[in-house]
Structures are given as C-alpha cells and as structure tokens.
C-alpha cells in the first residue's frame, strides 16, 4: 500500500481533517450570515462559530475510540489533547482575543489623534479566541463527523 493511499484511508486522520474543513465552511457561511459579507480569510481563520480547533481534536478522538478501542493509549491521548484543545480555545485565546479588540480601538484612536495611518499589518487578529457555546457546537460537529465517518 502505497502511503497516499494510507493517508486518506486513515479514518482517524480523516475525520480530524474533514471535522476542521467543515467548521471552516460554516464559520464562513455563518459569518456571510451574521455580517452580510463574506469574508474568505474565515476560511483558514481561527475563532468564530463553530470552532474548528474544536470539531478537529473531538473528531480525531472518537475517531480513536472507534478505530482502537476506548481503553487504548492512542484514544487516551487524543482525548487528553482534546480538552487541552478546548479549554485553551475558551481561556487563553479568548482573552487573547478580547485584549487584541482593545488595543486595536486604543490604535484607531491613536491614528486619529496623529494623522498617521496604520498599516493593515498593524493591526492585532481579533478572532484567536472561542466562547464556550462555539466551542461546545465545535466539539457536537467533530462528533458527528467521526460518527458518519466510521458508519
């Protein structure tokens, strides 16, 4: 077997992979909702709803579960990483998130007062960060698809 060919028939990998694609699209097409513009950057951006970071590592580890069995070590450390994942989502990065949108509004203000204008690059990303209910929504998508994926 070539390895290409194990890559995309590694149902643990793939349901990671297609868990992060989906909340991509979504968080896309719910920001097109949301903000009445679509904005392609939410396609490999992080934050937003659902949380990519999130639908990957719970796909990867019931992916594991169903692939090696609950008690193995592999599913173990996917589901220990998955936790992490998430709860870094919501703390650190969160916040992170919101002192990124303060600073960038002290910027603005700073480029007014100055007459200088900053440069796009200047600005601080403001979408690093997950509230827990894009987080939960996150996780219940990667579910699914490792469900589907091992139907």
């Not at 909702?33 to 639908?55: C, T, W, Y």
Request: aromatic share 6%; glycine share 10%; net charge neutral.
């Amino acid at each position: 077997m070539n390895i290409f060919n194990q890559i995309v028939t590694n149902k643990i990998l793939m349901s990671g992979v297609l868990g992060w694609a989906m909340a991509q699209v979504l968080k896309t097409i719910i920001f097109l909702i949301v903000n009445k513009k679509l904005q392609l950057e939410r396609l490999f951006g992080d934050g937003g709803m659902p949380s990519g970071h999130s639908a990957t590592v719970s796909a990867v580890a019931l992916s594991a579960g169903l692939e090696c069995g609950f008690s193995s070590p592999v599913f173990a450390v996917a589901t220990i990483l998955a936790i992490v994942v998430m709860h870094d989502a919501m703390g650190v990065r969160l916040e992170t998130g919101k002192q990124a949108k303060v600073l960038n509004e002290m910027m603005d203000l700073l480029e007014k007062l100055s007459g200088n204008e900053l440069s796009y690059e200047d600005k601080l990303k403001e979408f690093v960060g997950h509230t827990p209910f894009q987080v939960g929504m996150g996780c219940l998508l990667g579910l699914l698809v490792a469900g589907l994926m091992h139907m």
